[in-house]
Each structure stands twice: as C-alpha cells, then as structure tokens.
Nanobody, 125 residues
Framework: VQLQASGGGLVQAGGSLRLSCAAS????????MGWFRQAPGEEREFVAA????????YYSDSVKGRFTISRDNAKKLVYLQMNSLKPEDTAVYYCAAVRAWYGRSLDLRGSYDFWGQGTLVTVSS
C-alpha cells in the first residue's frame, strides 16, 4: 500500500486543519488506519486510529475532543480533522496502514506495516 498524506501547513493557535491520506490499494477497506506525529527531537507518537469499517476510533489523550479521524472507503481516503490547535501540536504527521485481519492494537507504532511520507503541521502561538 502506498500512502500519500497532505493538508499540512501553518496555522495560528486555536485554528483548524484537515489532513488527508490517500491510499493506492484498491482493497483499502481491508486496512485499519492510523495517524502518528513526530515533533523535532521527539519519538513518533500515536494520534488517532480507525478500524476498517469506521465504526471504532481511538485517540491519544492529548488530542481527544479536539481531533476527529474518519475515512471514506469508496474514495480510499482517511482524514484527520484537527480543531483548537495548540503550538504543541506542531509536528510532522504520518498516516499508516495495517491489514485489519491482524487485529493489532492501533496505538502502537510497531503495529503498522505501511507508512506515508508525512505532512508538516506548524501551529504558531
């Protein structure tokens, strides 16, 4: 699976951005999807994930209530709507995919087999 993340940019604190991740795989609906982020000098950390059918979503405590993950299986897209952005949300955001039948925990970086190239989000104070 090839993944292409987009939608990053510069936004003021309190603003919003929507990230998109396009997948090349025609069986996209067979994959669970996740978003991770990596700030300079930091480890890559879990942000949000969604199961193949979209009926289960997961969030890190730091973004819960502000970010929303969703997917459109027909378009082979997964989204991350980010509201009430904070300077500490500044990072490169990566989308990732794993075959759903593995049933892996989606908050673990090591669970994913495929990664996109990342898109930079910068939140100014």
């Amino acid at each position: 699976v090839q993944l292409q993340a987009s939608g990053g940019g510069l936004v003021q604190a309190g603003g919003s951005l929507r990230l998109s991740c396009a997948a090349s795989e025609h069986t996209f609906s067979n994959y669970d999807m996740g978003w991770f982020r990596q700030a300079p000098g930091e480890e890559r950390e879990f942000v949000a994930a969604i199961r193949r059918s979209g009926d289960h979503t997961y969030y890190s405590d730091s973004v819960k209530g502000r970010f929303t993950i969703s997917r459109d299986n027909a378009k082979k897209l997964v989204y991350l709507q980010m509201n009430s952005l904070k300077p500490e949300d500044t990072a490169v955001y990566y989308c990732a995919a794993v075959r759903a039948w593995y049933g892996r925990s989606l908050d673990l970086r090591g669970s994913y087999d495929f990664w996109g190239q990342g898109t930079l989000v910068t939140v100014s104070s």
